[in-house]
């Protein structure tokens, strides 16, 4: 009697649980985006002090131990949910001051470039950037995030200063005698909108993100007394 190879066949035909499993694996920068975007939500739905990793772990479909493998705490997850944004802005800002040589780019573009990236990297996570704010001359882990937070904008907008000066001379622009607290009320101006809206534009009549955006580029370039 011939044996039957129906067994055999049947195990040849059933893939190993290992390689499916292998197969449906995530990679580690499929987790550590899932647990961004995560910790993000939570941040800005229910605030820093109230969102648990708990939380995080079950909102990313992931579990405790993976989540401390991509990061040492909520704080850490905290610092990279806000201040990737922030540095996605000025990379970007930087590529695009470096893609001509200065005095070689349209004024109105670069403008409308700042102020409208700014916003942009701020306005979706102003709930934890005001928390940063309040939280900055506080003691303790969040108090620490929110200097070190601060300090890594800052370095980022000293760079940014540089590029601005470089190209406004170029450009001739004379009325650039205290370049500091021109740059600085220009960036003040974008972050007072995104953040502070119901302050700057009272009894819930903000403008959308167009007007306001392109109102700040033209005062950036023009002031109020030479607009075109």
């Known amino acids: 009697m011939k044996p039957s190879y129906a067994g055999r066949a049947e195990t040849r035909a059933t893939p190993r649980t290992g390689t499916r499993n292998r197969a449906n694996r995530r990679s580690s920068a499929e987790i550590r985006l ?10 800005e739905c229910q605030g820093y ?26 704080a850490e997850l905290f610092e ?5 944004p922030l540095r996605d802005f000025l990379e970007q800002h930087f590529e695009f001051w470096r893609s001509n040589p200065p005095g070689q780019r349209d004024p109105e573009q ?7 990236g700014l916003y942009d990297a701020v ?9 940063l704010l309040t939280a900055t001359a506080a003691d303790g ?13 800052t370095q980022g907008m000293v760079t ?16 650039l005698h205290q370049p500091d607290a021109t740059i600085g009320a220009i960036t003040g101006m974008v972050l ?15 403008p959308d993100r167009r007007v306001q955006t392109e109102e700040a580029a033209a005062l950036m370039l023009h002031g109020v007394a030479h607009r075109p």
């Open 123 to 131: 306005e979706p996570h102003r709930d934890s950037l005001r928390l």
């Open 192 to 206: 007072a909108m995104a953040l502070f809206d119901e302050w700057v534009f009272p009894g819930g009549r903000s």
């Open 141 to 153: 882990r969040l108090g620490d995030l929110a200097r070190s937070i601060s300090e890594q904008f």
């Open 80 to 84: 990279a949910t806000v201040l990737t």
């Open 34 to 43: 899932l647990l961004l975007e995560a910790a993000r939500d939570l941040f």
């Open 110 to 116: 670069l403008a409308r470039h700042f102020v409208v």
């Open 49 to 74: 002090q109230a969102t648990t990793t708990a939380q995080i772990v079950e909102r990313a479909s992931v579990d405790q131990p993976t989540l401390y493998r991509h990061f040492s705490s909520k």
């Open 160 to 175: 940014l200063r540089q590029a601005l000066l470089d190209e406004a001379r170029a450009q001739g622009y004379a009325g």
